[in-house]
Structures are given as C-alpha cells and as structure tokens.
C-alpha cells in the first residue's frame, strides 16, 4: 500500500475544499476520467460532511484523510476520525420511491457511497472509524 | 460555485458551474429564494456545467423546488449524462424532476 497524500485537520465544513481538492488531485494522478474523479469527490464529501456534523457530537475533533493505491489496482480514500463509534454502512437508506411532496431530505449520501464505489470498508480500530472508499482502477 | 441567470420568454434560467456541494448549498438556496420571493414562477436550473452535485446540493435544488410548487411555479433541470445524472438517477429524484438533455428541449 503507498500513500499518495494525507491531511489531518478540524473535522469542519471550512476544511471540506482542502480535503476534496487533495483527493480529486490524486484520482486525477492515477488515472481516472474527470466523470470517475467527480463520483470520487462526492462519495469523499458525504462521508467527510457525515463526520464534521456528527463524530464529534459539537466537539472539536479532527479528520484525517489518506489516499492510497494498492498494488496500482485499487484507489483508496481512507478517513479516519476519533469521534462516537459509527457504521455509515449501517445507516437506514430512505425510500428512494416517494414523491416530491414526501420526500425525506437527509439519508441520500449512504445511498450514493455504496452506488458510486466499488467497494466500501468500514472498521473500528484503536477508538478511532475507518472508512475506505475503493475504487478499482480498471472500472 | 457560480451562478448566472439569464431570462427567456418567461423562464428564469439558472446555469450553475462549479460544485454544488455542502459548502455551496447555502448560497444556492439564498440565491434561488430570493427570484422565488420575488414571484418567479418558471424556473430553470442548468446543471450542464456542473462539476459534481452532492447530497447536499440534491437537498438544495429539494427545498427551492418545493418553495417554488407551494407558490404554484415549475421547475425544469437541463442534466448531462454521466455524474451527476448518475446521483439523480441512484436517489430516485431523476423521477421526481422535470430533465432535459439540452436548454432546447427544456425550453420546447
């Protein structure tokens, strides 16, 4: 596994540019077509943004994000945050078949990381949530 | 995130570039309600030169598009194939809205 870049900062929305740039500069590098990197900039987001709001309950706390390539088959966007052990994977997904008027506005980012990815990971280790977003570079 | 509005006929077209994402929703939304307040009735969001669309951004062009049915408007979205008809098309909101490949077709 080789680490591309890494950046560990406050777990806040101000912060979500920085980290999104990082990852989109490095999809490019090992790549991806510009439709490929954007699927990988808002699966990173909703994880990113699902952390600034609730790993920390109003805290402060930091996030760390890793891009990783492995074997050069697969790209990884690894984040990592020390905040209330949470499974994004395990998150209820809304109903995607109501109309406008019924329509939940929250709970679509869950739905949007397992489609755009290949594969996504989660554990727990030393306190902290790992989530990793895989992408195969072939796909 | 940039937004340019320009009018055709009676069609308040919004073209958005850039992301449209959890730190540009917020000006997204201000920036529609304040047409939607005025009385604008049809409106346009062009989203052709879109980077990427996000959760956030999805619940953004929600909560314009319900402000503006509550006061008897129409919303038409002008998507690309590729990412962000992929989020439309994943959250089931490509059902919802009214898309259109071209400005052509969604002003025919």
Known sequence: ?139 | MEIKEKKDSNTLIFSVSGRLDATSVGQFEKHIMEFINKGEKKLMFDLSGVEYVSSAGLRGILTTSKALKAQGGELRLIVCAGPVMEVFKITGLSSIFKIFNTLEAALA
Not at chain 1, 36 to 44: D, E, F
Not at chain 1, 101 to 106: A, M, N, Q
Not at chain 1, 130 to 136: A, F, G, S
């Open chain 1, 1 to 139: 596994m080789t680490t591309l870049d890494s950046k560990k900062l406050p777990a806040k929305l101000d912060n979500l540019e920085t980290f999104i740039d990082m990852v989109s500069a490095c999809a490019v590098n090992v790549g991806f077509t510009p439709d490929k990197v954007s699927s990988i900039n808002v699966a990173a987001e909703e994880v990113l943004v699902n952390v600034f709001n609730y790993a920390y309950g109003g805290l402060d706390g930091d996030v760390e994000v890793n891009c990783l390539v492995d074997n050069s088959e697969m790209f990884i966007v690894e984040i990592v945050d020390s905040g209330i052990s949470f499974n994004i994977l395990s998150a209820e997904e809304p109903d995607i078949t109501l109309g406008l008027e019924d329509r939940y506005i929250g709970g679509l980012g869950i739905l949007m990381i397992k489609n755009l990815m290949d594969d996504v990971k989660y554990h727990r280790n030393n306190d902290k949530n790992i989530l990793q977003l895989i992408c195969l570079k072939k796909s």
